[in-house]
């Protein structure tokens, strides 16, 4: 049985809720029990009578917390589940067709999609039903199998990139057989030609039910260029509500890793199906641009690639003549700012200074020599697929550029002196454009009979001429043309870029003839009529889901399709690379319209979401087991047994149990330490887990503590013994590491701490107290252990003291380092092999660090320990003589320690004859 | 346990407490200041008042020879005028007595106590005689009369509710009451219209619970005597309280009425009140009689 969501295993036991008025009753009529109470003044009750014969009831909350509880557990045994699998419907065997929208749109849900077919595969097989999978926008004949083999194949379920069209659809009528099925389908929630054919085609074969997603369906179309900003558009099937979405902007960073560059929100308005905004971005930015995409929506329709139409060409303008002031319309750059203004961007200076810009296009105006290294460089930035534009002139038809032998940059040789038509000085009428023949990038422009060319330089016929040529006058005089160098080309426009020479510059067709060789940047999708005859190939195309792959091996697409096509199977939305440009096919095009689809009433539409199984009776008995405690003490209470006393014990014992852990003690108190350590200079020594060589060294670092206390200015605190696994090393400027042949290895993390410590700083002295007795590191337990524990940390190379070490003079001057023991060989950081003696001073320039290990055995920790009236601990040497060496081993722990905060201060002393030397002049 | 050492551990028990609460009385009965206790004027008593020159008609006996070889003249000794007043108490040591609504709360039989012990002290101490009533306790003078006051106040009887008993009460000699009085009222007035009758004035002294005042009880309840010998059951708790309020009064009225019939004086104390000005209450009533 079920009730909404919930279903119940035992319903009948439900009747037992007919017994709750019952309960309510019997609980009103039964008393509570007394309370025997010893009270002298009974004496002057005796005889007084209860006005009420009625009991004094339960108060009604208590009433209604017993029948909740009773009711719970009634309820809760009853078996509850929510959301109750649905029982496969076993009496229907017939087969059962899935069909996938599998659009762009139905993206968005994929995974949700996935989990249901997942699940219906899962009954279908337990209920032995034979399954077919048709994918609607890539049609395959349906092929029933067992629901097993296609539960093994659906992660290879992706959705297109485009939505069905009526094609698919006929198609799938098409592989509809005859025999019945159950249908179900998968709807991306968009409109569809002809979808109610397909509809009643199912019908007639079994049930259909549809599973359509209520999330709304949410496009982007491409982006529009708007007085220097980009216009972006999206789109929403159902105009219900407002929604707020987050536009992004895609793009390569200067290093070249894809990142977000911009993202704008656009909100829909309630009832509104679009939502657009104005974009700024600056001309850099937007050329970098790859993608515009809706943020978080995962589909090929939230993504609108860019192509070349967003990027505002670079135009580098250079004119031969400059000098004429004031004669705008006369110079020979007007007409060309003019016509290009709105689409690019313009440079100006001179040709070496513009060509590391790396513009699209060089416009060279009637210039006729350039130097020999702006050519160089010139033909070099050609070659890289730069365009040159050069337009004739007085200058370049005076000059001798191009007249015996092609230039480089010229596309042609050209006659001396060129002509004059139809001036008054000459004869004839000025020239008339021929039309443009079809190898011509002008072919399909108009050729106004307006436009007329009165001057011109000739191109000397050549066997190459024929074929440069790419706009030619009505007698047949090449008008314009072009050589390709490299991967870029050169063009010479054979007449002035003013309207001195002709009037094409006066023309529309002047403009169209500049976009037509890629000078201005196109606007939108080509025209039909350019695109016709052109093959593009597609480079990177769309998933479904909005990402881009490599297109592989699909094959190029004919020019035409793009304008009269949906995207589809044969025209994947991607990147399209045609003869000169970058073509970038989306899956929304500007007149896309999202219309949500509407199923006929008696269709079933189910959505996607399939909230998992859910039993509630245990939740409901705990419900109850908790009232019922609930009870307990307030029945206590209102018997008044609950004595004060209690109720607070009571109140302490929950917030006990409910209060969180404590928080860990430890870590605060290591920080504690770690923070006292940070204001002041304290001294640490390493625990080894030998409680008498941890004390010797924490008596010993007292010593020296107050020894430096007493006689410099470091003024320690209390010493503290460090744990390497747990503590934090690097407020500690100096270690003290006492082997013992039996302490414990660090750790892995233990030894990256210490070796963060040793480079950044930190200096360790490490003491086998032993003497060395065995010469050092060779054979005694300790020093085997030191070699042991040393190993993975990073010591450089070391040699012992030299007598120059700054260690000898930091603050005494010293020879020996003696401890408990006299042992002479302690090792520091080798000296750079370069370094040298310097002259006058006797010791040399060494290195510029603190040595990071200092490696002993003369237990200096012993010598150093003093007790806590300032006694010495431990016995050194005999009479006076040990004395001297206590002190020595003291001046050696000032100098340690001196060496470990001022560095090599002392090492500086190397440059005072320098100093003062300077100071004398 | 045997019977034997069940007693020993009882009155162990019980000896512990005797020291304690002689202790505590003589603690509060310091806090009194005697200031006013000698008559202050010569007459029969034990300290000595003044020398006076001999007089015709006094008897030679009297005469102070010690003072009199010192000079001419004879003199005579006098001493101070004391009255030995005999005060008899009576502490209700039955069970309605031992009754502490709350921890905070002294059972009324130790206030009882402690309060008779303490004024036994301090009347003792301005030479006043104290006996308990009843056979056992003739009122008699002195430190050893207080450790037998104390030793006989720690008996404690099991019926409910206890009568004043009026034997062993000198005429002219005054009384304190220490009870509830939440008993029958009917010995209360015959042992008053006894002393009235031997002339006898005292003092009634009703020690309360505050629960007894208040009766803050609620629901379905059985209240029993703390004898267990009787029991009250009632569905309502909070009802009763009124009519238990009124019974309160009605009782208080009339002990007050009976202690103006027969010139008795009356005191109420409360448990959760101090000892203390109950004891200087307690002390004025007794000794501020001397003074009219």
């Known amino acids: 049985m079920t009730l909404g969501p919930i279903g119940f295993t035992a319903p009948w036991l439900l009747l037992a809720l007919i017994a709750l008025p019952l309960l309510w009753i019997i609980l009103r009529a039964v008393p509570p029990a007394p309370i025997r109470r010893r009270f002298p003044g009974v004496a002057l009750l005796l005889g007084l009578r209860d006005d009420d014969s009625v009991t004094d009831r339960t108060p009604w909350w208590l009433l209604l917390l017993r029948i909740l509880a009773v009711a719970a557990i009634i309820v809760g045994l009853s078996g509850p589940i929510l959301n109750p699998r649905a029982e496969p419907d076993n009496s229907s065997s017939d087969p059962m067709l899935v069909l996938l929208d599998g659009s762009w749109a139905s993206a968005r849900d994929w995974p949700a999609q996935m989990e249901l077919l997942d699940a219906l595969l899962a009954e279908a097989g337990r209920a032995s039903r034979s399954v077919a999978v048709l994918h609607l926008s890539k049609p395959e004949t349906p092929v029933f199998q067992t629901a097993e083999s296609w539960r093994n194949r659906l992660s290879g379920l992706t959705p297109a990139p485009w939505q069905a069209t009526e094609a698919h659809l006929d198609e799938v009528l098409s592989m509809l057989g005859e025999e019945a099925f159950e249908t179900r389908w998968f709807s991306d929630g968009l409109a569809l030609a002809r979808r109610e054919v397909l509809l009643n085609a199912l019908e007639q074969r079994g049930t259909v039910i549809v599973h359509e997603s209520q999330r709304p369906v949410l496009a982007l179309t491409p982006p529009v260029i708007e007085d220097g900003d980009v216009r972006l558009t999206a789109k929403r099937a159902r105009g219900a509500g407002t929604r707020e979405i987050s536009v992004e902007a895609h793009g390569r960073d200067p290093s070249g890793a894809e990142r977000l560059l911009a993202s704008m929100p656009l909100a829909f308005e309630p009832g509104e199906t679009e939502a657009s905004g104005l974009l700024s971005l600056p001309a850099e930015l937007r050329a970098r641009v790859s993608r515009f995409e809706i943020a978080a929506q995962r589909h090929a329709g939230a993504v609108s690639l860019t192509d070349d139409s967003l990027k505002r060409r670079e135009v580098a303008l250079i004119a031969g003549r400059k000098d004429r002031e004031g004669l705008e319309l006369l110079s020979p750059l007007h007409y060309l700012e003019q016509a290009l203004e709105p689409t690019a961007e313009m440079l100006e200076g001179n040709l070496i200074d513009v060509l590391p810009a790396n513009p699209d296009v060089v416009v060279l105006a009637d210039v006729a020599t350039l130097s020999s290294g702006e050519e160089l460089a010139m033909l070099e930035w050609v070659a890289k697929g730069g365009m040159l534009l050069r337009f004739a002139g007085p200058r370049l038809a005076a000059s001798d550029v191009s007249r015996a032998e092609e230039h480089p940059l010229m596309p042609v040789r050209l006659r001396a002196g060129g002509r004059t038509v139809g001036g008054a000085m000459s004869w004839g009428e000025p020239k008339a454009l021929a039309p443009f023949t079809e190898d011509s990038p002008f072919f399909g422009l108009e050729t106004p009979n307006d436009v007329t060319v009165s001057a011109q330089v000739m191109a000397q016929p050549d066997p190459t001429l024929a074929e440069r040529v790419i706009a030619q006058l009505s007698d047949g005089t090449p008008l314009v043309t072009r050589k390709r160098i490299g991967s870029g080309q050169a063009v010479l426009f054979h007449v002035t870029a003013n309207a001195e020479w002709s009037t094409l510059p006066l023309s529309g067709l002047f403009v169209q003839m500049l976009e037509r060789l890629a000078v201005s940047s196109a606007v939108a999708l080509p025209e039909l009529s350019e695109l016709q005859g052109t093959t593009w190939q597609p480079v990177q195309v769309l998933t479904g889901f909005g990402n881009l792959r490599d297109a592989g091996n699909l094959g190029g697409v004919e020019g035409t399709r793009f304008a009269q096509e949906l995207p589809g199977p044969d025209l994947q939305p991607g990147l399209y690379e045609g003869p000169d440009r970058r073509l970038a096919l989306n899956v929304i095009a500007h007149d896309t319209v999202l219309e949500p689809v509407l199923w006929p009433s008696g269709t079933p539409v189910v959505g996607l979401e399939r909230p998992p199984e859910a039993p509630l009776g245990g939740w409901l008995l705990t419900t109850a087991l908790l009232l019922l405690m609930v009870d307990i003490i307030a029945s206590l209470a209102l018997s008044g047994r609950l004595l004060p006393t209690h109720a607070k014990l009571t109140a302490v014992l929950i917030a006990l149990l409910l209060a969180p852990q404590v928080a860990d003690a430890q870590s605060r108190e290591i920080d504690d330490k770690a923070l006292a350590a940070t204001s002041e200079v304290v001294l640490a020594h390493v625990l080894t887990g030998d409680r008498r060589v941890d004390d010797t060294a924490r008596a010993g670092l007292l010593g020296l503590g107050e020894t430096l206390f007493f006689r410099t200015s470091v003024e320690p605190a209390e010493p503290v013994g460090v744990n390497l696994e747990t503590d934090e090393l690097s407020v500690y400027a100096f270690l003290y590491w006492p082997i013992t042949p039996d302490q414990p290895q660090p750790s892995a993390e233990a030894y990256a701490k210490i070796n963060t410590y040793l480079r950044t700083g930190g200096m360790i002295l490490f003491d086998t107290r032993d003497a060395n007795v065995a010469g050092f590191g060779t054979s005694s337990p300790s020093g085997r252990k030191l070699q042991l524990l040393a190993s993975p940390l990073d010591i450089p190379p070391l040699e012992p003291v030299p007598d120059d070490h700054v260690l000898t003079r930091t603050f005494y001057l010293l020879q020996d380092f003696p401890g408990r023991h006299v042992g002479r060989s302690v090792w520091v950081e080798a000296a750079p092999p370069d370094a040298e003696q310097v002259e006058g001073m006797p010791f040399r320039n060494l290195n510029d660090n603190v040595t990071p290990v200092v490696i002993g055995g003369n237990d200096w920790a012993a010598a150093w320990a003093i007790d806590a009236r300032g006694n010495p601990l431990f016995p050194v040497g005999r009479g006076f003589a040990g004395e001297r060496q206590r002190e020595l081993a003291f001046r050696f722990g000032v100098n340690l320690v001196m060496h470990v905060l001022t560095g090599n201060y002392k090492s500086d002393q190397v440059h005072v004859p320098a100093l003062l030397d300077r100071l004398g002049q | ?292």
């Open chain 2, 1 to 292: 346990m045997t019977v034997s050492a069940s007693l020993r551990a009882r009155s162990e028990a019980e000896a512990a407490r005797f020291p304690a609460l002689l202790a505590r009385a003589e603690h509060l009965a310091g806090t009194v200041m005697l200031g006013e206790h000698g008559r202050r004027r010569p007459g029969m008593g034990d300290d000595f008042w003044q020398y006076r020159p001999a007089q015709a008609g006094d008897e030679l006996r009297l005469i102070d020879w010690r003072r009199s070889a010192r000079s001419d003249t004879q003199f005579l000794r006098q001493r101070e005028w004391k009255i030995a007043q005999s005060v008899t108490l009576w502490v209700d040591s039955s069970a309605s007595m031992r009754f502490a609504s709350d921890k905070n709360h002294v059972q009324k039989t130790d206030r009882a106590r402690l309060l008779a012990l303490a004024i036994a002290i301090l009347l003792n101490r301005s030479g006043e005689r104290i006996g308990l009533s009843g056979a056992d306790l003739p009122p008699r003078r002195g430190e050893a009369q207080i450790e037998r006051l104390s030793h006989a106040l720690t008996k404690e009887l099991n019926i409910d509710y206890g009568a004043p008993e009026t034997t062993g009460m000198l005429s002219h000699g005054r009384a304190v009451f220490f009870s509830d009085f939440f008993g029958d009222i009917g010995p209360v007035r015959n042992a008053l219209t006894d002393a009235a009758d031997r002339g006898v004035q005292g003092i009634l002294f009703q020690i309360l619970d505050p629960a007894e005042e208040n009766f803050p009880y609620r629901g379905r309840t059985v209240f029993e005597s703390m004898g267990g010998t009787l029991a009250h059951e009632t569905l309502k708790a909070s009802e009763l309280r009124k009519r238990y309020l009124e019974r309160l009064a009605s009782r208080k009225d009339e002990l007050r009425r009976l202690c103006i019939d027969t010139g008795w004086r009356y005191g109420l104390h409360h448990t959760s009140q101090p000892a203390q000005n109950a004891l200087l209450w307690l002390f004025n009533a007794i000794e501020g009689e001397h003074h009219v």
